[in-house]
């Protein structure tokens, strides 16, 4: 059996931690370019328009069926080729582009479904309530349907936000150094040993940032609910 | 035939049965009244074993026991020699109006699949609905479903029929069909205890009449004394206050 | 840009003998992943608080960490695990680096599914109404009967939709075996590619025939679906 080390798990956890930000950068990156994109999308499926709405639900059914490698290995070698017959030069842009176009292609999909589930969980009477007591359409939307399309959100909104967060970690393979690249740099310098206590490292890593996430939605969905009433003692009968 | 002695019965804090008695003859149809919270559902529960009373016992037939310890072989002996009629039905959605009431024949009791497919038909053709045999519960009306569920209860041939509410889940219109069935049943000789508020069916059918309140019986006797010369100023006040809400005359 | 069609072609003819394998990974995991996750989901709602416990934070590790980093960690702890166990506990004499690495795919990929399962399972379970159970006891069934007759019938079928997109992501999540050098749809791509730096092209092929499995998938779900969900339809009276 190999040594194992456990003390270099904490010893590689520093030097991992160095890379958080690039990490934290591509997700938010990703959460905005995602989100806007999304949003469209969203509005594709909402609206009317035929046209629209195919697009939309195509677009959100080839996203579904396709591994984030591939699509990051199609972006980082297909995009600079694709993008040369407009006569636009993408050679010299960091990995972090590549990577961050990937994910908001992937996340887009994600945010439009919950996007468009929050949209229809807020009953139509609640605008109707709102604009029948006088408010404007926009105070309508922006006091009261929105508050309550965030909370219900929340749930969905976090658990593409984890997937992002895990999937973000394939960006090593393009040679990204963030604190996944890290860890394979790390192995690489070591000419492989101590590999099982940087995983493991990075395991820490990686679990304590999505159990940080989920406890953090979670506090902003109990803000965001209205007071519920204290439950009944006992259990009901007759 | 059907004896309960002393039952208690509390969820945490609230004592909802606090020693309650009946008992039941052969033939016998109860009915038990009271506002809700009395506890007159839970009670039904626990003679079914779906609640555990915490104390109490039963006689039934040859069987004794305590409630709060009866072993498994004791509860299974006790299920098979009754039947539960639900509020909600809680018809299984996975089977058809037949299948259902075959379930308690052919897995539980294990009678030959022929026999049971025969009583199933012909307790679905008792309760009205021979021509629903294939039918999902989703694809029935509320008082076709709990014809099913009566239906599967009596498929079982019960020595005791337990209804809980059986018709406070039904729209005003479908109330009917179900209670017809039931005075059916009353008049072919079932035993059956029933909790209900449905003063009509009580004064019409019902051989004994409970009256709860607060988790013991207040008054009890035949229809016409509860109803026409009740003793307790809580009966006089509960009936006064449901037959007025109810539209019903005395 | 211009696309080498030719080679296209017969990447494609390449990728579809990665497709067995693909495949082959996907049903042997849910094969063990669904009993298992299965048992994992009853035994949270059951008694032992040790084993529960031990459960959660299984069940929250694998959910919180990538598959890839999983990968990474089982394919470099496997080995040399299971050869110190047959050579210096068994004494066998066996190669165990001779071992055909889809194995390890096996052991990754139920380890992982066994965990998403267990929670989908979990709810399934929880949205049959308490009163089904409560019926099916009250006419005489035992709590087993009640349990293969009546309760799991119709939890399956309302976690037929999480089997399904479980399933698709398992099926994603098998892009990442060429990492344990096992010949899938995408590590025969990656290496046609590399001969002549087509990357694009085998990539693009593949993307076409992931959708097109992924489609398969799906498929075969959505009939089950309508079978398996009969009695859900609505009036026809």
Redesign the interface.
Known sequence: MRPFHPQYIFEALPQLILYLPVTAAIVIGTVFFGSLLGIFLAAGRIRRGRVGRVFANLYIYVIRCVPSIVLLFLIYYGLPEFLNVFGININDAGKGFFVITTFSLLFAASMAEVFRSAYEAVDRGQREAAVSIGLTEFQAFYRIVLPQCVRVAIPNFTNALVNLMKEGSLAYTIGLIDIMGKGQLMIGQNHGSYSLEIYLALFLLYWGLTILVEKGAGIWERRLSPVKQEKGGAGKCS | MLQVKNVQKA????Q?LRGVTIEVKKGDIVVIL?????????LLRCL???ERADGGTMDFDEIHTELKSASKAVV?KV??K???V?Q?Y???????ALENVM??LA???KVPKEEALARAKAALDKVGLSKRYD??????SGGQQQRVGIA??IA?NPDVLLFDEPTSALDPELIGEVLAVMKKLAKEGATMIV?THEMTFAQEVASKVIFMDGGVIVEQGSAEQIFTKPKEERTIQFLRRVLKDYDYVI | MQLDTQFMLTTFLHVLQGIPVTLNIVVVTLLCAAPLGFLMAVSKSGEGKIGRRIIAAYVSVIRGTPVVLQILFLYSLLPTVLNYLIKGVLGLSFNIFTIDPIFYAYVVFILNTTAVLSEVFRSALSTVNKGQLEAALSIGMSAPQAYVRIIIPQALVSALPNICNTTVSLLKSTSLAFMMTVKDITAIAKIDASFGYNYLEAYLVIFVVYIFLCSGVQGVFHLTERGAAAYKKPAVS
């Open positions: 969820f945490g804090e609230n909802v009271g506002p809700s919270g009395s506890g007159k559902t839970t079914n074993f779906l299974s299920r098979k009754t039947a539960f639900f909600n809680n018809l299984f959605q996975n089977k058809t379930e308690g897995v539980a009791r039918y999902y519960p989703s694809q029935l599967r209860a079982v909790v």
